[in-house]
């Protein structure tokens, strides 16, 4: 039986199908959960660290059920939500402590073994307000590591942080995965995901659209990426073999099975539109070309819907 | 039982940090004492100051306590109940914390407030009384924290918070008989007081330097506490479940 596991895990709020018909095993992984603003992640998450109940399905922690056993679920888990919420007036020492006594860790070994182990041992005594942002979610790492959880839940654990924090905290994230750990991640970042975890998934409207090896993922997407500069105005032209997936400003980027017979064809039918074309790359896809391709531009068209949100954030 | 205590530590420790909130939650029942006590000419009676201290000493709670819930709002804002809520410690741990930190750091408030009104020339507190009113207190206290707290799990930002509690606390303060005895208010504002649970703590605290004391209204702000910590639980458990 996998760490994670999830059948048919739904999630409604009133007419909004938050997450729908979810399955999923993730075991001793580094496991992403990718997906636009609003697709689901965080309610995933949420379901499956028992602190929102499913509308239908199951899913499951070690084997203890998310709904029934709730409490043995969170003996076994531990969740980093994004907010970064470390107590400031305390020491790194004292919030690790605090919620070592929490979890009924005794002694101050551990305590200071997790410290050492996020690299937080020389400024433990100092306040946490003192603390950068990235050793504040490595001080939020200590917390959760410090009674040997099976499962990891972190919700977009490099958000707000600069490159170097980035690196250290995915750094950390491998180093566990590597001690025998689960880690479930949602992210935004692809490149990250691409690099990090063993398989990502990816959610668009609460669907769970593919999961697999990110190199899977690009390899499935298959073909190569072509992308090119032009001059503004311009048309996209079309040609066969090569289908426009995105366009930023004045960069068109085409999605093509050989792009050594598409790119001549391309740059004569720019060529007979009168635009100019300044630069051309080819590329194998990346990440990003999977998420866009599977995923789209969801949060593009609709506005934001501020009452819904709220009534979502009321609801859990 | 272990739990409710680390939350509370938690809660105690930021507090006695945070240096400036903890004195400047003592300005309003200080200036009250000074200014209007040792100031205000009565005719009722000899000692204004010993009148009007109960008063305060359970005004000196009730802010803290209707303050009680602020502190699990910003718990919910900034992401800490939901870290909270994920651990195996008894969730309702989150809750009993709140309040017993509460009720805690107003007790210790009004201790400040009472040494200031010996200072100032009270001479009501023999040690019993001392001792009576901290009871008092202590109730009247955990009444008001598990109602600010409940307050605080269904309002969703601290304005709202801040407009409900200022929209309940002075009417709560100047309908009770905090400021004069019965039989000099008029007959609508003394019928109002009679029914004002802030009245009966008062009533209780002056009741036992010059007796009999009503025992009833004692027995009644056990009850409503208890009662009002059923109700805190068990909408703590709908909430976050």
Known sequence: ?316 | MNAVLVYFARDMRRWIRGRFNVWSALIMPAAWLIFVGLALPTRFTDSYLDFIAPGILVLTMLSAGMQGGSSLIFDKILGFLNKFLALPSPREAILYGKILFTTVRGLLQASVIMLLAVLLGATIFTPSLVAFTYLVLFVFGALLSAFSTSLALFVQDHDGYAAVNALLSMPLFFTSSALMPYDVMPPWLAAIARYNPVSWAIDLIRSFAAPPVPWTSLLALVLLALAMGAVSSLLFRRVTV
């Not at chain 1, 668009?204 to 997407?221: E, I, N, S």
Request: aromatic share 6%; net charge negative; charged share 30%.
């Open chain 1, 1 to 316: 039986m996998a760490t994670i596991e999830a059948a048919g895990l739904t999630r409604r709020f009133g007419e909004l199908v938050a997450v729908d018909d979810l399955d999923l095993a993730v075991d001793h992984e580094v496991f992403g959960l990718l997906g636009p603003n609003g697709s689901g992640k965080t309610t995933t998450v949420l379901m499956l660290t028992t602190l929102l109940r499913p509308t239908s399905g199951t899913a499951s922690v070690s084997g203890c059920d998310v709904v029934r056993e709730a409490a043995r679920v969170r003996e076994r888990i531990s969740y980093v939500p994004q907010d970064m919420a470390v107590d400031i007036k305390l020491s790194g020492r004292e919030n690790v402590s605090f919620f070592a006594a929490l979890y009924g860790v005794p002694g101050r070994d551990r305590v200071d073994e997790v410290l050492a182990i996020m690299d937080l041992a020389e400024r433990a005594d100092d306040l946490a307000g003192t603390y950068s942002g990235g050793m504040r979610r490595r001080l939020e790492l200590a917390q959760a590591l410090v009674h040997e959880p099976e499962a990891l839940f972190l919700d977009e654990p490099t958000i707000g942080l600069d490159v170097a924090g980035r690196q250290a905290i995915w750094a950390h994230i491998t180093e566990l995965r590597r001690r025998g750990m689960t880690v479930f991640v949602t992210t935004h970042y692809m490149d990250e995901a691409d690099h990090a975890c063993d398989r990502v998934g990816v959610i668009a409207k609460g669907r769970l659209v593919a999961v697999d090896a990110p190199a899977v993922l690009r390899r499935q997407l298959g073909g190569e990426r072509i992308s090119l500069r032009v001059d503004l105005p311009a048309t996209p032209v079309t040609v066969e073999g090569a289908r426009l997936v995105r366009r930023e400003d004045d960069e068109l980027i085409y999605h093509a099975d050989d792009a050594a017979e598409t790119v001549p064809a391309l740059l004569a039918g720019f060529a007979a539109a009168g635009v100019r074309v300044r630069g051309l790359e080819v590329a194998a896809p990346t990440l990003d070309d999977v998420f866009l391709a599977l995923a789209g531009r969801q949060d593009e068209g609709g506005s934001f819907d501020y009452r819904r949100f709220r009534n979502l954030m009321r609801r859990r």
